[in-house]
Structure formats: C-alpha cells, structure tokens
C-alpha cells in the first residue's frame, strides 16, 4: 500500500530563518511518548521522581558540563514531560532555516544539539533500566521557545516553579477532569 505523500508532512515547530545557535535564553518543554506518566507522581502540588524521573533530572544539570556555553537557570520533571531554560552564550555555527537543513546539520546546531543529546542518552538510560532496548520514551519533536526579554523570562521561571501544584490543571496530564 502506497503512503500519501501529503498526510505525513509535519510542520516545523521553527522560528524559519532563526539561528538557533544564537545566544540567548530558550524555553524549552518535552513530552513522553504518547504522554505517558513514567517519571514519577505528583503528591500534595509536589513532584515525587521515580527512578527515570531521577535520571532526567540527573541528566539535564549534567548538560552543562557537556556544553560548557550554556546555563540551566531553571528545570521541572514532571510525571510525562519536563520544562526547562536553556541559556545560550552561543556557538560558532552559521545556519540558515532549521526545517530546510539535513539531519546532520541541525544536530550541528546547538539547541537542536542539546534537545537530542538529552533526550537520546536518557531513553538509553531509562530502556536499560526498564530492559527494553530501542523503546521510545520521547515524544518525536520538542516545543521551544525564544525568550525575547526580562520580563518573560521572569514568568517562565515562575511557570516553571509553579508547575507541580498546578498540574491538576495542564493540558499535559492525561487525567486532568477525570476526578
């Protein structure tokens, strides 16, 4: 059976043209695959890890020794997705439109770097742990976004920190209005 073509076109989540190797403070979120609560569970507004929420979070701070150019100011595991900020002092690569780019030169960008070393050496992790080599344990994209000034940033921090005693209401948790 031949496959349409045009129902398999994904969009680009991308700013086109924007140099994501540009130094600056990006706000980054993760999903699991299908949404599913594998990190740990939210008890009284607070974020209780499970052993694989405990390797994402280990991981993510580890990030800044791998890439000496960036600061993590803020981060939340939560039970299937994570926030964070990534705070870029930049990389001396040239790229043009992200969603225009081979696979091999996106990879040499520094956020799309940083999202895919992360999130490839912590399913690695979490599948020998679960002993289910090539599991998917991420979503296939990720959401960022460019954080353009003080103030923002200062309400994604907030959002961020925030985050566990409102999950009741996110649209990330698949049990939300099922009480």
């Not at 993760?30 to 607070?46: E, H, S």
């Not at 780019?101 to 070393?117: A, F, H, K, N, S």
């Amino acid at each position: 059976m031949k496959k349409n073509q045009h129902n398999h076109h994904r969009h680009s989540l991308r700013l086109k043209d924007y140099n994501y190797s540009t130094p600056g403070m990006y706000f980054i979120t993760i999903c699991t695959r299908d949404k599913t609560c594998i990190f740990g569970d939210i008890v009284n507004g607070k974020m209780l890890l499970n052993e694989y929420g405990g390797i994402v979070h280990k991981y993510w701070f580890e990030l800044e020794n791998k890439f000496n150019n960036i600061e993590l100011p803020a981060f939340v595991v939560l039970p299937n997705h994570i926030h964070g900020i990534i705070h870029s002092h930049g990389y001396n690569c040239f790229v043009g439109a992200i969603h225009e780019l081979p696979l091999q030169q996106r990879r040499r960008m520094l956020i799309p770097g940083i999202v895919g070393y992360f999130k490839m050496n912590t399913a690695k992790l979490i599948n020998d742990k679960r002993k289910s080599p090539g599991e998917h344990v991420w979503q296939r994209n990720y959401y960022e976004h460019i954080i353009r000034n003080e103030c923002e940033l200062n309400e994604i921090r907030e959002y961020i920190v925030n985050n566990p005693i409102k999950w009741e209401l996110d649209n990330e948790n698949p049990c939300r209005g099922n009480s």
